[in-house]
């Protein structure tokens, strides 16, 4: 409330609140108007604000399913069965006709285990050890192919020893996760190898830059080995599924409704296994990292 002055000024109204001053209160004296009124209101437009943003948050979670469910409906409706009639099926037919099982073998053998050491991408190849051979054979055929993939960078790595670690120096919190597999106890440097491998971290470039880290051969070829499984089994998974669904795109075949739950269920336990290690992974190793940040400071 205001008063007027006499003057055509206008005088903000004084509150006085008078407490026991022999309990420790107090008397406060303060001005009222607006202030008062923003104090009063403040908590229902923290309401009114905090409402409208769980909207939007809900507005934009519900849209992008949507995208998401159109985008997957195209892609399983149109998309795929074009991929897979004008793409798979001729290139499955034309591998099959022109090598042998066993030529086929050693190909796929060959370049898992050298596409690293040139920094290509070895996936399509265990996608197609995993349409070809199956879990069992295709496996065996991955990672003994993939032992001498993690091992070829690794001697390679001599030659550029000094640059390495140099580039190692030039980014420090970026190599500090790489540093950290590189000390402490046998166990403790396999154990940051196997993290690094099912971490998002290119294991390409591990390759190579493992060395100037100091970590020992030993713990690096079983870690990088059972690190990759995970990985092995999406590929293997992947090309199964691949074969999958070149047989159900013949018209003289099809899936039936068990096979349709069995594949999508194990695609979904896949996935899920996939990205749980992952997410485990990347917690572990940013806990090494504080560990080692807290003990060198």
Same mark, same amino acid.
């Given at each position: 409330?205001?008063?007027?002055?006499?003057?055509? &000024?206008?005088?903000?109204?004084?509150?006085?609140?008078?407490?026991?001053?022999?309990?420790?209160?107090?008397v406060k004296l303060r001005g009222g108007g607006s202030d008062d009124e923003?104090?009063?209101?403040?908590?229902?437009?923290?309401?009114?604000?905090?409402?409208?943003?769980?909207?939007?948050?809900?507005?934009?979670?519900?849209?992008?399913?949507?995208?998401?469910?159109?985008l997957a409906f195209v892609i399983i409706k149109w998309i795929g069965p074009?991929?897979?009639?004008?793409?798979?099926?001729?290139?499955?037919?034309?591998?099959?006709?022109?090598?042998?099982? @066993?030529?086929?073998?050693?190909?796929?053998?060959?370049?898992?285990?050298?596409?690293?050491?040139?920094?290509?991408?070895?996936?399509?190849?265990?996608?197609?050890?995993?349409?070809?051979?199956?879990?069992? &054979?295709?496996?065996?055929?991955?990672?003994?192919?993939?032992?001498?993939?993690?091992?070829? @960078?690794?001697?390679?790595?001599?030659?550029?020893?000094?640059?390495?670690?140099?580039?190692?120096?030039?980014?420090?919190?970026?190599?500090?996760?790489?540093?950290?597999?590189?000390?402490?106890?046998?166990?403790?440097?396999?154990?940051?190898?196997?993290?690094?491998?099912?971490? @998002?971290? @290119?294991?390409?470039?591990?390759?190579?830059?493992?060395?100037?880290?100091?970590?020992?051969?030993?713990?690096?070829?079983?870690?990088?080995?059972?690190?990759?499984?995970?990985?092995?089994?999406?590929?293997?998974?992947?090309?199964?599924?691949?074969?999958?669904?070149?047989?159900?795109?013949?018209?003289?075949?099809?899936?039936?409704?068990?096979?349709?739950?069995?594949?999508?269920?194990?695609?979904?336990?896949?996935?899920?296994?996939?990205?749980?290690?992952?997410?485990?992974?990347?917690? &572990?190793?940013?806990?090494?990292?504080?560990?080692?940040?807290?003990?060198?400071?």
């Amino acid at each position: 409330m205001t008063y007027g002055d006499g003057v055509g &000024k206008t005088v903000p109204e004084l509150k006085m609140r008078m407490e026991d001053p022999e309990n420790g209160d107090y008397v406060k004296l303060r001005g009222g108007g607006s202030d008062d009124e923003e104090e009063e209101g403040s908590p229902q437009a923290g309401c009114s604000i905090g409402s409208v943003t769980s909207v939007w948050f809900w507005v934009k979670l519900i849209s992008l399913l949507a995208c998401v469910a159109v985008l997957a409906f195209v892609i399983i409706k149109w998309i795929g069965p074009f991929l897979i009639e004008k793409e798979l099926i001729p290139f499955i037919i034309w591998v099959r006709s022109t090598f042998s099982i @066993p030529m086929l073998a050693l190909l796929l053998f060959a370049s898992v285990a050298l596409f690293p050491s040139i920094l290509l991408p070895s996936s399509p190849s265990m996608w197609m050890a995993g349409l070809t051979f199956g879990y069992g &054979k295709g496996f065996l055929l991955i990672i003994s192919a993939a032992s001498i993939g993690v091992t070829l @960078p690794f001697l390679i790595g001599h030659l550029f020893l000094h640059k390495m670690q140099e580039w190692l120096k030039q980014y420090p919190k970026k190599a500090a996760i790489l540093r950290a597999a590189g000390e402490g106890t046998w166990f403790h440097q396999f154990q940051a190898v196997t993290l690094i491998r099912v971490s @998002p971290f @290119p294991y390409m470039i591990y390759n190579y830059c493992a060395l100037a880290t100091g970590v020992h051969y030993g713990p690096y070829i079983l870690g990088s080995l059972v690190g990759m499984v995970p990985e092995i089994f999406v590929s293997i998974y992947t090309g199964i599924m691949l074969r999958t669904l070149a047989v159900a795109s013949d018209k003289r075949h099809g899936l039936s409704a068990m096979e349709i739950v069995v594949n999508v269920l194990g695609f979904c336990a896949t996935a899920s296994a996939t990205i749980v290690c992952t997410i485990y992974a990347k917690k &572990k190793l940013s806990a090494m990292q504080s560990e080692e940040a807290a003990e060198t400071s």
